[in-house]
């Protein structure tokens, strides 16, 4: 992918949070620490992590909701801190990116109906707008007849159809980039599929860039696209779907494969499955060295003093562990995940 | 707003209501002016001339008690009103900025709420006239940080619900957030307690105007029952007992008014 | 073992009467893991309730039996139920921090607990109890951990102390109620894992209640599938993937194998269309093989083969 087609550019952005622990004393969550990322035009681009791994923190950096104290976004070339003293410029940023959130039951106002819900952006950026747009951004996602929904209160829907309608929203203004923060989490499975099939409907249509932050590994197979997997504030490892699933580096990405439950038991019998032990590790003092050792079954005495750098791989993927990039050239993900087993 | 028409609310409000209109048209349907002496030689019992009696000086105990329903009304809603003014401007600025700006609201707000406010009404009252415009002024402006308080929680809890961030991320004003998203959604907490605001305030007044600082010019229930008390002495139990039942049957149904709309806009999940 | 005959549930809400749970059949044997799947409003959350007999004040059990070791429970007093609940059926939540009390240390609520239990129990034996319990669920430094309290604890850790907690009285049932919904991916492989080895060394039946279909395949043996207050199938595990019979089976399946990127787009999933009216056979709106009688009358439970049921009449 070439950097002129670059929308959004995370530069080793870094975000910190003071919390009070105790009388007088101050922890510092380091929600994100150090990441950096791009996200090109007309592409599906995932972040996958665990709770504590600041994918939601950085979801929120990315649409200009938090600061970063450390590190810039840029824009279309552009810094955002900049972007954010001249009003036209900050205007235009808003209209073209926008958000969609996790829960849908506190996603829209309670006391708005759906029309007021839709026609918000409109009148916040000063564009005319009748009915039959309104109308038009819920057909387009899938809320057929859009008559019977305009007047609706949240209330009055379900969980599934009030996230197609934070989409819709997020659609009105015709924006370049979407971030969905765990758009599906608390849907039922089979209303998880009708949303699958509607971003990447809406993606190919509408040619804009989509940035799914998900902890729901499995159901990202179904993009093609980037994904990147986050680990305790930093990105570990970065590839194409294809590279991710099935020619993962990072020990902590084979973890997180070997965790996806199989439908069929058998299956996962034949492969082998290998269980990750221990825990996330807490924000507050991420361990020396490389945050994952402690839970590693490859790590080696450096792991514990060394900070791995990220290395490519090719030319879309790369890692951040050199252990990984010594043993794993040329082996398959079973031999891969046969190693693990033996070295845990 | 969804307010469910249920029983209770249609009974209390049509209560009030009737209280109301009969307060409104006081001047009209007084059968005499309730402070002008004279009317009897002095304290009258009950009769169908004086429904109600007179008190020490010959005054109409009924025209009286019917135009305090007016005082009460006008006390409690405009002392009410100023208190909730000044308390959706701190309230709403000390949660949605937070910081520094949130600090001193807050400390001001303690400060005031520490001082014991009945004592200080009565000093504001003598310092700056017992006009009844004052007491109202002074009513509302000591009652507020109770308010404010409440205000300041709600905002900042709905502050960091998604759908006012996604307001933000389409790129709302700051004002337009706290106008449109945030304070519509405090109205279910808010509401019930701005009606007891205006039963505290009815009870501020009425309390000032018994102990005698307040505008003599005014037919207010608190000096009648105050003028009571003595009578009593006297055998004159009715200018006692009329404004005092009148007096706690408005403050009744301002109590249960709010409670019924507690719960018709903050229903109890049953399950 | 537990036996749940004819069961109906029945809530009242702001004057309505909907019915949660209808007409549900369910049993589970000794030493073996049963699920019950459904999604967000099929009731599976209500049967649990109702075994336990925890219903809210507006839910009323208007029909069936629910016998548990040859008793009906519906006809204990509150008293006898309360040797069963904790006891007999234990359960595990969601919220691994709802089942823990907040200002308590772990080490007390184990402790109390046990006690409970076996009130002959000295302290020390108690403890050591408590320690192996939390062994049992692979809780590191079990001797620290009793003077920690539950907010110390991560989501994953207090889930395993309310899974010691729940089988520190040695109950036949423990019924789990979405007890991996709230965790991580890598915390949930390490739960089933867990729960695989402690049903083979404690020897107890699960009830195991969720919305993931996945952790039902990897962890029971016979599974039972609810839509809408109705059980519509039931099954043995391997047998419901291969031969799902019921039309809801056959779309879930489907569904998550979409979503594991296993299945070709082709296999359409019905669109939720609002539910106007009472149709009999709930899942008509939706079924793709639905039949004129599906929306007049309410197909009953059938029998096919042992330990193979379904509601449908495509099949009676």
Redesign the interface.
């Known amino acids: 992918m070439e950097n002129e087609n670059i929308l959004l550019s995370v530069k080793d952005v870094k975000k910190y949070y003071i919390v009070k622990a105790g009388f007088l004393k101050k922890d510092t969550v380091r929600a994100v620490d150090g990441v950096s990322l791009n996200v090109h035009e007309n592409t599906i681009h995932c972040i996958v992590g665990?709770?504590g791994s600041g994918k939601s923190t950085l979801g929120?950096l990315m649409?200009?909701?938090e600061k970063p104290d450390a590190g810039a976004i840029y824009y279309r070339g552009e810094d955002l801190s900049k972007i954010r003293k001249i009003k036209e410029k900050?205007?235009t940023f808003?209209?073209e990116?926008?958000?969609v959130?996790?829960?849908p039951y506190?996603?829209?106002?309670?006391?708005s109906t759906v029309k007021e819900t839709l026609s918000?952006?409109f009148k916040?950026?000063k564009i005319k707008y009748d009915e039959a747009d309104l109308e038009r951004c819920l057909s387009e996602v899938?809320l057929t007849p859009p008559s019977?929904y305009i007047n609706k209160y949240p209330h009055e829907l379900?969980?599934?159809e009030r996230q197609r309608i934070?989409i819709a929203?997020a659609l009105t203004?015709k924006p370049r980039l979407i971030v969905l923060d765990e758009p599906t989490s608390q849907l039922?499975?089979?209303?998880?599929?009708?949303i699958?099939?509607l971003l990447k409907k809406l993606q190919a249509e509408e040619k804009l860039s989509l940035v799914i932050i998900s902890?729901?590994?499995?159901?990202l197979?179904?993009f093609k696209g980037t994904i990147s997997i986050m680990y305790n504030g930093i990105i570990v490892e970065e590839g194409t779907t294809d590279e991710i699933f099935n020619d993962p580096y990072h020990p902590y990405t084979i973890?997180?494969l070997?965790?996806?439950?199989?439908?069929?038991?058998?299956d996962?019998k034949e492969k082998g499955?290998f269980?990750?032990?221990g825990?996330?590790p807490s924000p507050i003092n991420p361990p020396p060295g490389c945050r994952f050792h402690p839970r590693c079954p490859i790590a080696e005495p450096n792991c514990k003093t060394n900070t791995p750098q990220m290395i490519q791989i090719t030319k879309n993927h790369k890692v951040a562990c050199p252990i990984a990039l010594k043993l794993f050239p040329n082996t398959t993900l079973e031999s891969r995940t046969s190693i693990y087993k033996s070295q845990a | 707003?969804r307010i469910r028409l249920n029983k209770r609310f249609i009974i209390q409000s049509a209560a009030l209501a009737f209280l109301f209109f009969l307060g409104f048209f006081s001047s009209i349907i007084c059968p005499r002016d309730p402070l002008k002496p004279g009317y009897s030689p002095g304290l009258t019992p009950p009769s169908p001339t004086f429904p109600m009696g007179t008190d020490q000086l010959g005054r109409d105990v009924f025209s009286w008690v019917l135009c305090g329903i007016r005082v009460a009304f006008y006390v409690g809603v405009t002392a009410t009103l100023l208190c909730f003014a000044i308390a959706l401007i701190v309230g709403a600025i000390a949660g949605f900025y937070g910081g520094i700006i949130d600090q001193i609201l807050m400390r001001l707000t303690d400060l005031m709420m520490s001082i014991p406010r009945f004592v200080l009404i009565v000093v504001f009252a003598i310092l700056f006239g017992s006009n009844i415009n004052n007491l109202i002024l002074i009513i509302g402006g000591l009652s507020w940080p109770r308010l404010a308080r409440v205000i300041r929680g709600e905002v900042l809890s709905l502050k960091e619900?998604?759908?006012v961030?996604?307001?933000?991320?389409?790129?709302?004003s700051d004002l337009?957030i706290l106008f449109s998203?945030i304070l519509?959604?405090t109205i279910p907490t808010i509401l019930p307690l701005l009606s007891l605001q205006m039963a505290h305030s009815v009870i501020d007044e009425v309390g000032i105007s018994f102990l005698g600082f307040g505008d003599p010019e005014v037919p207010s229930w608190g000096r009648l029952i105050a003028l009571g008390r003595a009578a009593i002495f006297a055998g004159g139990w009715w200018v006692l007992i009329w404004p005092c039942i009148v007096c706690a049957i408005f403050l009744l149904l301002i109590n249960l008014l709010a409670d019924t709309l507690n719960d018709i806009l903050n229903p109890r999940t049953q399950g | 073992m537990l036996r749940v005959e004819e069961l109906d549930v029945v809530y009242k809400t702001g004057g309505a009467f909907i019915k949660a749970v209808e007409d549900a059949w369910l049993r589970i044997n000794a030493n073996e893991c049963v699920g019950l799947i459904g999604?967000?409003g099929s009731g599976k959350s209500t049967i649990a309730n109702a075994i336990l007999r925890v219903l809210p004040e507006n839910a009323k059990i208007t029909r069936g039996r629910i016998l548990f070791k040859d008793r009906n429970l519906l006809e204990l007093t509150e008293e006898e139920m309360r040797e069963v609940r904790g006891k007999m059926i234990s359960i595990v939540f969601q919220e691994p921090h709802s089942s823990l009390n907040p200002v308590l240390k772990i080490g007390d609520q184990i402790l109390e607990t046990l006690k409970s239990h076996q009130p002959n129990l000295t302290t020390e034996e108690a403890k050591r109890k408590a320690i192996e319990l939390l062994e049992a669920v692979r809780i590191p430094d079990a001797q620290k951990i009793l003077d920690r309290y539950p907010f110390q604890l991560?989501?994953?850790?207090a889930q395993r102390v309310a899974i010691a907690l729940a089988l520190s009285s040695n109950p036949s049932l423990l019924i789990a109620d979405e007890p991996t919904s709230a965790l991580?991916?890598?915390?949930?492989?390490?739960l089933?894992?867990l729960l695989t080895k402690l049903i083979d060394t404690f020897k107890f039946s699960i009830l195991l209640i969720t919305?993931?279909?996945?952790?039902v395949?990897?962890l029971a043996n016979r599974v039972y599938v609810m839509y809408m207050g109705s059980i519509v199938e039931e099954d043995h595990?391997?047998n419901l993937?291969n031969n799902p019979l019921h039309p809801y089976t056959t779309?879930?399946?489907n569904?998550?194998?979409?979503?594991?990127?296993?299945a070709s787009?082709s296999n359409s999933?019905p669109?939720?269309k609002?539910i106007r009216g009472l149709s009999a056979c709930k899942f008509s709106p939706r079924c793709p093989l639905a039949k004129p009688i599906c929306s007049k009358e309410a197909p009953p439970y059938v029998e096919i083969s042992t330990n193979k049921k379904v509601r449908c009449w495509l099949y009676t």
Not at chain 1, 188 to 194: A, T
Not at chain 1, 215 to 219: A, I, K
Not at chain 1, 258 to 266: A, D, F, K
Request: hydrophobic share 40%; glycine share 8%; net charge neutral.
């Open positions: 665990e709770s929120r649409v200009g909701l900050w205007k808003r209209r990116v926008q958000m959130f996790q829960n506190f996603s829209m106002n309670p006391r918000k952006p916040v950026h899938g019977y379900s969980g599934g934070s929203r203004l039922d499975v089979s209303i998880k599929v009708q699958l099939d902890h729901e590994l499995p159901f197979k179904a973890g997180l070997n965790s996806i439950l199989e439908l069929n038991p058998e996962a499955i269980t990750l032990e825990e996330p | 707003m619900r998604e759908f961030l996604s307001a933000k991320v389409i790129g709302c337009d998203e519509p959604n | 999604e967000s991560s989501g994953g850790m991580d991916l890598t915390i949930q492989a390490q089933v894992k919305h993931d279909l996945s952790l395949t990897n595990v391997d993937l779309m879930l399946i569904a998550v194998k979409r979503l594991q990127g296993t787009p999933i669109e939720l609002r």
